[in-house]
């Protein structure tokens, strides 16, 4: 077998950890006694990838395997699957759980990337490893026979809808939410279909470009803008050691974003939140993201409309604020798995235990992000999905447990009501979105129910 193989990165994460879960990975290839082909060291952006992918195309390959080392986009899954018919494979890494930066983020590079594969139904292998464990060479075997697949698992149909009245879904069909700014490239996960979430769910968009934040937030009041620092300031421990011009250049993005919201009479926005709001505008939109939802008002990242969608549902049933969130982690070992992002959880998420910090973004060093672990307690997860191209309802129960906080930002440390390895087969397996929100207690039967109104079915991970 001549295998090709990539190995993907960023260099926004830890380049020097990446490096050297790469040549583990490298020697676990070597073990195996394989003949591969494709360049030995990391390629930490599209276009050198994309050079590597062109030049793999010439040579007779049996399989292909990206390494991914680091969070990436889907871009390069998605063009490997359209230019090579052979078997693609996906081997993701778990990082240990410091309490500090989140240093690779690979199994949110493995979940975009499944999103993607099973829009354009490309079944692929994929294995969730460390290189340097013991069972490297054990699942990276299984993967390479081909006994590590996808599959393509499929939601229950949708339940006949009970003839009573649906408060929740009369209220979701008076919801208005603004999008600034596009989903950043390789981004499938946050694509969206205007005419059909105002024909299931009765909901309007209206999109603007991330100019018009930059506007806003350039020409807020001063008052508003020093209201929200004197707050920081009072309430988040470490807030006096930040860049206060940066920290200023957030809180008036905070201020742009009400304002925007305030005008359009807007329920939740949707905002493109890296690299302009960073590189552009000077500051993080985490912390007022983390506001706003905490007063009601969802605010998902990385222009993600249906992840807003799903704050918005989960919200309505559960009368309480939602978190936006990625899964970062899933450990077999202790069952355990972590909900994470930058800094945006609303704050009576926060365990109580533990007082708010003021911190900066882990990859692009700017404030404001509040960071704190999140509390114990029960919780429903939902996605509003597309995967696999049809519209359906995603839910899975757990508990969040009283740990420390497991990578800096917000985060917790749960279970799910299943195995965890069961549970990441599921969300692979069914190329779940990366964002998911979450809410405390239990809402699946209320969200089921839901489902059955709309029609759309439902899938339980």
């Known amino acids: ?61 049996e399989g292909l395997l990206l390494l991914q080392t680091t969070f990436t986009d889907a871009s390069i899954a998605a063009r490997a699957a359209s230019e090579f018919d ?128 930059f506007e806003a937030a350039g020409n807020s009041r001063r008052d508003d803008v020093d209201s929200l620092l004197a707050d920081a300031k009072e309430t988040l421990r470490g807030f006096d050691h930040l860049d206060l011009e940066a920290a200023t250049r957030s809180m008036e993005l905070g201020a742009g974003l009400e304002g925007i919201r305030a005008e359009g009479a807007y329920d939740a926005i949707a905002v493109r939140c890296w690299p302009e709001t960073f590189t552009e505008y000077g500051g993080a939109v985490c912390g007022p993201a983390g506001t706003l939802c905490e007063s009601g008002i969802p605010c998902a990242c990385e222009a993600d409309v249906y992840g807003s969608v799903s ?80 519209l359906k309802i995603a839910t899975a129960g757990g508990e969040m447990l009283k740990r420390p906080k497991a990578f800096s930002g917000t985060s917790g440390v749960f279970r799910f009501d299943m195995p965890a390895s069961e549970a990441l087969h599921r969300i692979i397996g069914c190329g779940l979105e990366h964002h998911l929100a979450v809410a405390y207690g239990d809402f699946r039967a209320e969200l089921r129910a839901l489902a059955a109104h709309f029609g759309l079915p439902c899938l339980e991970f």
Not at 46 to 57: F, G, K, P, V, W
Not at 346 to 368: F, G, Q, T, W, Y
Request: contains cysteine.
């Open 1 to 61: 077998m001549t295998l090709g193989v990539l190995g993907l990165g960023r260099s926004t994460f830890d380049v020097g950890f990446a490096e050297e879960k790469l040549a583990a990975m490298l020697a676990a290839l070597d073990r195996s006694g394989l003949e591969f082909a494709g360049p030995r060291h990391l390629l930490l952006d599209d276009n050198a990838a994309e050079s590597a992918l062109r030049e793999l195309r010439d040579s007779s390959l």
């Open 86 to 213: 052979c078997p693609l494979m996906i081997w993701a890494v778990p990082e240990p759980r410091t309490g500090g930066r989140l240093r690779l983020n690979s199994i949110c590079g493995l979940n975009l990337a499944s999103h993607a594969l099973g829009l354009r139904g490309r079944e692929f292998g994929w294995i969730y490893v460390d290189p340097l464990g013991g069972d490297a060479d054990r699942e990276l075997a299984e993967l390479l026979a081909g006994n590590r697949l996808s599959g393509a698992i499929q939601p229950r149909s949708p339940a006949r809808a009970s003839s009573r009245p649906c408060p929740a879904a009369e209220a979701l069909r008076s919801k208005r939410i603004v999008r600034l700014g596009q989903p950043p490239p390789g981004f499938d996960t946050c694509a969206y279909d205007s005419s059909q979430l105002t024909e299931v769910f009765g909901m309007a968009v209206d999109e603007l470009g991330i100019d018009r934040l």
């Open 311 to 390: 704050q918005l549902v989960l919200q309505e049933v559960s009368r309480s604020p939602v978190f936006l969130a990625d899964l970062v982690d899933l450990d077999p070992v202790s069952d355990t798995g972590v909900l994470w992002h930058c800094g945006q959880a609303p704050e009576s998420m926060r365990d109580p235990d533990i007082p708010p910090e003021a911190a900066v973004h882990s990859n692009r060093k700017l404030p404001l992000l509040r960071e704190f672990p999140l509390r114990p307690g029960r919780i429903t997860l939902l996605r509003v999905s597309r995967a696999f191209g049809e």
